[in-house]
């Protein structure tokens, strides 16, 4: 079945006229490392695309091939050339931040749904979605694979960020053979571990790790549904004249403690809303029903949320919300 979408896929980028690559707001090594990908293997064969993102993109992403390339102006969604959408690394278009963009247009195009959530809502005319892949990008070297398309050291770069950030470097349990085995041939192919791991091993600044003593020092435990959890807010980032980017990692850290069966971090939004992430490594919990219960989703093991404030309020409708589910 994933070949066979992968085929279609890549027939329908032959036939497009012009491509629109979208990532999901706020995006994440996997994201951006997906849609630079195909952009090189696109400017390579000489297809007309864009590139949009619902929001800004983190500086440590510079490195990426054609990453000056992604615009936000919107009005991208006005040119009725566009015929071929394909998002990466998003579970629906909500997410995405497009949904609304594509319902006004004109004309639909053809949707390429390129994913490895297990919530994924399916939105796509061809959905190559894989919930056993340990990153999105894993999926994009597969319809490189599958259609015999070169993959040439900026791709290999692009792809090896993705495999890399969202396996938090080969520690949480989306690690697996495949994967090792993938960043391996990468490797082999010209990927740039080096300037990956600068930008996200090596990358705490002082006042960065003066936050996380500060989010980790209001560390608590739910202990009717065992959930370790704590907060990062709008104040903390000004007090310590950080980014919210430079908070990255808390979520999986939480992976570390020996207590809870699960591990939560809320971060406040500049709308004084709250973005929820839930980590485990443990076999008996699934935290994509609890994020799926609050109008989020995610993976078995690592899932997101965003839920209304102020705090007080974030927590207690989180655990009301998931009380329930085991």
């Known amino acids: 079945m994933p070949a066979r979408i992968a085929k279609r896929i890549f027939t329908a980028i032959l036939n497009a006229q012009h491509i629109l690559l979208i990532p999901h707001r706020n995006p994440d090594g996997d994201a951006l490392g997906s849609i630079t990908a195909i952009m090189e293997y696109l400017k390579n064969g000489g297809k007309k695309y864009h590139a949009f993102c619902a929001t800004d993109i983190s500086t440590k992403f510079d490195y990426l091939p054609h990453i000056d390339e992604v615009g936000h102006d919107p009005t991208i969604f006005q040119d009725p050339s566009i015929d071929l959408i394909i998002t990466c690394d998003s579970g629906d278009l909500r997410y995405a931040g497009v949904d609304q963009y594509i319902a006004r247009m004109n004309r639909r195009p053809l949707i390429a749904n390129i994913d490895h959530h297990p919530t994924n809502e399916q939105y796509g005319d061809m959905n190559l979605v894989i919930p056993s892949a340990a990153s999105a990008t894993e999926i994009v070297y597969t319809f490189f694979h599958v259609n015999h398309i070169p993959v040439n050291s900026n791709m290999a770069t692009s792809l090896l960020t993705g495999l890399i950030t969202d396996t938090d470097n080969f520690t949480n349990g989306a690690t697996s053979a495949s994967s090792l085995s993938l960043a391996s041939t990468l490797l082999h192919l010209g990927g740039n571990i080096k300037q990956i791991q600068e930008e996200f091993i090596r990358d705490k600044t002082l006042n960065a790790l003066k936050v996380w003593g500060a989010v980790l020092g209001r560390l ?98 989180v655990f009301h919300s998931i009380t329930n589910i085991k």
């Open 220 to 317: 608590k435990k739910q202990e009717t549904l065992n959930i370790v959890y704590t907060y990062v807010t709008q104040e903390d980032l000004r007090r310590y004249h950080v980014t919210e980017a430079e908070t990255e990692g808390l979520a999986n850290f939480l992976n570390n403690l020996e207590e809870g069966r699960a591990g939560m971090i809320l971060k406040e939004n500049e709308d004084g809303s709250f973005k929820g992430s839930f980590r485990t490594t443990r076999d008996d919990t699934n935290v994509s029903q609890w994020a799926l219960a609050l109008g989020g989703g995610g993976h078995v093991k690592a899932s997101g949320f965003r839920v209304d404030g102020p705090i007080e309020r974030a927590i207690e409708t």
